[in-house]
């Protein structure tokens, strides 16, 4: 048996190369500031050579270090075999710089691309690339709120792999309460500042690939106020930093012991001790305290849509995994043939019920992309209209805002979803680890979990992002919906589907109206209830209409091809589109009315029920 690892890991770039250049236009906006230096064809080559580049490197370690993990020994964190040389090849390919600003050596290449390369990163190796978007992020909030002499200390080398990076939040009693925080910081007059703590569950917390993490802490200082107010963000480097830039002596920061996980086996999560020598030397992000939260959302924004396309990536490495399976494996006879015993056995792709999931996946995928893609493309038109029409960039900065709650959440509620549909159609192998989708199922249940729990980004949602901008956001994402199905009503393939997509569009505007009642009304206590279901129906809404424009442009295209067998994959390619949409409309998509009207009974039976009748143990 041979011992080269092998890669498991596939990915459609038809469907990328589709968002990218035909449903939402991004040549539209390349060759012109801030993508001057980027064309259709650079977008392109680029996602061909991240293809190649996580099958050969970073997708045959997947399955290693998930059965590795990660070890702690004599204080200091051991990868698995691999992920070294990977961190290496990874920085030195300029992955995860595409994105960065020239001053740093970066690409300056646009989201809508960068997020499409990270869900290669991604879904090739998730684990892995926790340790590099951890580190990106990080540098992102020194060089945006840091000081001249910090950015040119910390940011190049957290960009280009040299040091990692980490965010650091949670504590042991407080878990999402992060208000609560006893991190202490204790002035010690020089501008530096004596760090004392506990942080639990810290991802990338420590590794063997680079000489130093830097991390961003959430710490109270002497005197501040309770809560989230008076909570200061420090830059606490594992090992401190000379004044010429060279490494100086340990910064009194320890792994306490790594978690014993369910998934994510290669990255290292982390109990950092900070401190426990009393000789832990952290230095404010800026110089304003109590301005931690505030600055670290930044980050945690960041990491929102990063977790988002985690979900995206695992998901679908499931499905396509799973498709796979089921065009290679035979078992039973078709149903045409079901009683008769003599008839050949089948690939179980065949088989009605293994088409249904198959479809229910490739639907549960392709919508939550196209609702990260269409974030990404906003996200890009804010940067190339910025100081040129800043009416239209407050537009789309307002619906990237209104966006990334639903993008984090739905997009990784999808992903377990969609592994464990993926497990099913594989049936009792899916279940073994000789096969990659229950490896899929438990990288994935994390996603929904941190970053923020989803009933967290459900909140976020109902409790900040809809009354934005006085509802402003929420109305032109409304408008948006409305104005494509005004003008769809009577397409040849579509016109077929907008009546329902009209249906919800009306139940998510109504349960909208609902919201402000209740809050109006001081009936605060149902809105929480009610929160992960209004996210999830303006999600189905949000994804419905977008698989049906992707059908409008695939219908359109599809009458322009020319037959035969030279058309035959984009041919393929576009009726999955069409069907795509129409299984999501008629199958998933009434949900969202169905929610409406069980939102609608105001049922507070789970804030009734007493305690004590949860069970009698």
Not at 73 to 99: M, Q, S
Request: charged share 20%; with cysteine.
């Amino acid at each position: 048996m041979s011992s080269t690892p092998q890669n498991r890991y596939k990915a459609d770039l038809r469907e990328l190369k589709f968002l990218l250049f035909e449903q939402f236009p991004l040549q539209t906006l390349l060759g012109a500031p801030p993508f001057e230096a980027w064309g259709k064809d650079e977008c392109t080559m680029v996602l061909e050579e991240a293809y190649k580049f996580v099958c050969e490197v970073t997708g045959p370690l997947n399955a290693i270090g998930d059965r590795e993990g990660c070890r702690l020994e004599d204080g200091k964190v051991i990868t698995p075999t691999g992920f070294k040389e990977a961190w290496k090849r990874l920085y030195e390919g300029g992955w995860k710089a595409l994105a960065s600003d020239a001053e740093y050596d970066g690409q300056g290449a646009p989201s809508t691309l960068t997020l499409a390369v990270e869900e290669l990163l991604c879904g090739s190796n998730p684990a892995f690339n926790m340790y590099g978007g951890l580190a990106h992020g990080a540098a992102e909030v020194i060089a945006h709120f840091g000081t001249k002499q910090q950015r040119g200390v910390f940011v190049r080398n957290m960009l280009h792999g040299v040091w990692g990076g980490t965010m650091c939040l949670t504590e042991p009693h407080a878990g999402s309460d992060v208000g609560s925080a006893r991190t202490t910081a204790k002035r010690l007059g020089d501008g530096k500042y004596a760090i004392a703590g506990t942080k639990i569950y810290i991802s990338a917390g420590d590794q063997d690939f680079t000489d130093n993490v830097v991390h961003l802490v959430l710490a109270r200082v002497d005197g501040a106020p309770p809560g989230t107010k008076g909570l200061s963000l420090f830059i606490v480097p594992k090992v401190r930093i000379n004044e010429d830039g060279t490494l100086g002596e340990p910064n009194d920061v320890h792994v306490g012991s790594l978690e014993h996980k369910m998934g994510i086996n290669g990255n290292a999560t982390c109990v950092l001790n900070f401190g426990e020598d009393g000789k832990c030397i952290g230095e404010l992000v800026g110089e304003a305290e109590n301005v931690g939260m505030q600055q670290m959302f930044m980050m945690m924004n960041t990491a929102r849509i990063g977790v988002g396309v985690q979900g995206v990536s695992v998901g679908a490495a499931a499905y396509l995994s799973a498709l796979e399976y089921a065009k290679d494996r035979k078992q039973g006879a078709s149903i045409t043939n079901w009683k008769d015993a003599t008839a050949p056995r089948v690939p179980i792709i065949e088989h009605p019920d293994v088409r249904r999931m198959l479809l229910e996946m490739k639907a549960r995928v392709e919508g939550p992309r196209a609702l990260l893609t269409k974030l990404a493309f906003h996200n890009d038109n804010v940067e190339a209209l910025k100081g040129k029409d800043d009416q239209a960039a407050a537009y789309h900065q307002g619906q990237v805002d209104l966006l990334v709650p639903l993008v984090k959440a739905y997009s990784t509620d999808q992903a377990y979803r969609v592994a464990e549909l993926a497990i099913q159609t594989y049936g009792g192998a899916g279940y073994i680890k000789d096969y990659p989708v229950e490896q899929c199922a438990r990288d994935s249940k994390i996603l929904s979990i941190y970053e923020g729990t989803n009933h967290i980004q459900a909140m976020d949602l109902v409790g900040r992002k809809l009354p934005q901008n006085g509802g402003a956001n929420l109305q032109a994402f409304l408008g948006d919906v409305a104005k494509f199905i005004a003008d769809n009503e009577k397409h040849a393939f579509v016109g077929g589907l907008v009546k329902d997509l009209a249906q919800a569009h009306e139940a998510v505007a109504g349960t909208a109206m609902r919201l402000l009642s209740w809050f109006q009304s001081g009936r605060m206590n149902i809105v929480p209830l009610a929160a992960n279901r209004v996210l999830e129906m303006m999600s189905e809404l949000c994804c419905a209409w977008l698989l049906c424009d992707a059908a409008r442009i695939a219908h359109d295209q599809l009458e322009k091809l020319p037959p035969g067998e030279e058309s035959a994959a984009d041919r393929a390619f576009y009726e999955g589109k069409k069907y795509v949409a129409t299984f999501f409309v008629r199958n998933i998509l009434p949900h969202a009315k169905l929610t409406a009207e069980i939102l609608g009974r105001e049922d507070t039976s789970a804030l009734d029920i007493p305690t004590a009748a949860f069970a009698t143990i």
